[in-house]
């Protein structure tokens, strides 16, 4: 891998070669390094597809999620006949197709305390496309540990965040958000939507930290957050800095092995978006689904947008369509007298829905735990997902 271009890799890589900046060398480092990216999706779609095509020599993809009718509108990696298959088999296809000569690894595992020290051993950077809280901090924790640094994005409707992270003597996420949200708080891109666009910005600038970094040219994000708005289509950069006091990074860290993400976030565990995390104000799909066939009276109010009820809804079984924001108006057309079962996409609006009843005195409302996702996934799998 040390030796010199191939004429094909002198031909493919000629407009790398030929900026000053970039050179033979920079194509040679290129093609001597390695690069993981977590998660496979719309940030990862991106970045995995321009790493492969900088000739970068190793590339890793995690991801244990099949490809959905809902991914293809910023998932890039996928297309149609894919949907319905693991994401890493298409992803590998796509990738090796692109440039055979990228040696591409896949995990098809959810990652986790357990195994994200082993899985991200050995790289030279890493490239952080999840979604997920838990995932964040994770990813961040493991990285600093291991001292490889990593490509920070995210992305909620025309908003997105860059930076690189884990850099010597340079912040960590932590430094910048020292603990997660309260959960339900920040919604999902599922929830809050985002431009098809967006990711395919933002990951391509993750893409371009990596490169930069894998080179030593330029000078990356490590140090500043890159804020994106698509809509005005301005850019903006703060400057960050290492936190002496940070719990992972700092001079005396207090957290010195990975800890439980999923509970340190707040979040159910993985799954239980769509089986449901039960509390003492949810009932189970199945509950409902035995109400339903039993004939009991009760209100069920569906409280997602407009364009989520098209796509699926329980209309069959009496629900009614209620968004979030338009709760506190609807409350007078609501029977206190009848039982009240609240249900969103997967949950946390639900949980909302049903704290702000119980506080106006509907003391019978309760969450369908898992959403409308739990009952596509347990009781009606003809339903469509998104």
């Given at each position: 891998?040390d ?79 894919a ?28 990652m ?22 838990p ?8 990285c ?24 010597p ?10 603990d ?25 600038i ?25 809509l ?73 947008e407009?364009?989520e ?72 799998p003809a339903?469509?997902?998104?």
């Amino acid at each position: 891998m040390d030796g010199d271009l191939s004429r094909d890799e002198l031909v493919r890589y000629g407009r790398h070669v030929s900026i000053p900046e970039v050179g033979l060398a920079g194509q040679r480092r290129l093609r001597a390094s390695s690069v993981l990216i977590v998660g496979a999706g719309g940030l990862g779609s991106p970045a995995a597809l321009y790493l492969a095509a900088a000739g970068v020599g190793r590339l890793g993809l995690v991801d244990h999620d099949r490809v959905e009718l809902s991914n293809l509108q910023r998932q890039v990696l996928y297309d149609t006949d894919a949907v319905g298959t693991p994401k890493l088999a298409s992803a590998r296809a796509r990738l090796t197709g692109l440039n055979p000569d990228v040696a591409v690894e896949t995990f098809e595992t959810r990652m986790d305390s357990s195994n994200a020290l082993e899985i991200l051993e050995g790289w030279d950077f890493v490239i952080d496309g999840s979604d997920n809280f838990p995932t964040r901090y994770l990813v961040n924790d493991a990285c600093v540990m291991l001292g490889t640094p990593f490509a920070y994005g995210a992305i909620l409707r025309f908003e997105g965040q860059a930076s690189v992270f884990g850099a010597p003597d340079g912040p960590c996420y932590r430094c910048l958000f020292r603990d997660p949200p309260p959960p339900g708080l920040v919604p999902n891109c599922a929830e809050a939507g985002v431009l098809g666009v967006l990711p395919g910005i933002v990951g391509s600038i993750q893409a371009n930290e990596a490169i930069k970094w894998l080179t030593g040219i330029g000078d990356t994000l490590a140090g500043r957050l890159l804020l994106i708005d698509a809509l005005r289509m301005e850019f903006r950069s703060l400057d960050i800095r290492r936190d002496p006091d940070c719990v992972v990074c700092g001079s005396e860290p207090s957290v010195t092995e990975l800890i439980d993400y999923e509970r340190f976030c707040g979040a159910p565990p993985d799954g239980a978006e769509t089986e449901g995390a039960m509390h003492d104000l949810d009932i189970d799909v199945h509950e409902l689904k035995r109400r339903i066939d039993a004939g009991e009276r009760f209100q069920l109010i569906d409280v997602r947008e407009d364009y989520e009820w098209a796509i699926c809804n329980l209309e069959e079984a009496g629900a009614r369509l209620v968004p979030l924001a338009t709760l506190p108006a609807a409350v007078e057309s609501l029977d206190a007298s009848e039982p009240l079962i609240i249900h969103c996409r997967s949950g946390p609006r639900g949980d909302q829905a049903v704290e702000y009843l119980r506080a106006v005195g509907f003391d019978t409302a309760v969450n369908l735990a898992g959403g409308i996702l739990a009952w596509a996934e347990e009781i009606d799998p003809a339903m469509p997902q998104y």
